[in-house]
């Protein structure tokens, strides 16, 4: 997927949570609800969604950086960590 596309998608999961966090803090306080449509259960759970979603991308980017500096850490440093992690 290309970086500007991500991006947008990114963006619109943000808008999601944005915009419906009002539906979000009246059922977590267990208020009345919002929507006179019955829908704030939907509400929730586009919320819930879009939350999670940006958190698992969140953990693929800091994934995929990880492995890029690994990528191009001088094997010197590669092998002194490991030596490291194995006298602990």
């Known amino acids: 997927m290309s970086k500007k596309i991500l991006n947008k998608v990114k963006q619109w999961l943000k ?4 915009d419906n966090q009002d539906v979000v803090d009246a059922k977590d306080n267990k208020e009345a609800e919002i929507c006179s449509d019955g829908t704030d259960d939907i509400i929730y759970g586009r919320h819930e969604c879009a939350e999670g ?7 693929w980017e800091e994934e995929e950086e990880h492995k890029a500096r690994v990528k191009n850490m001088p094997e ?3 092998v002194k960590s490991w030596t490291m992690d194995e006298e602990n």
Do not use: D
Not at 15 to 18: A, F, I, N
Not at 53 to 59: A, E, P, S, V, Y
């Open 15 to 18: 808008e999601e949570v944005k």
């Open 76 to 78: 010197e440093i590669l």
């Open 53 to 59: 979603l940006l958190n698992q991308i969140k953990g």
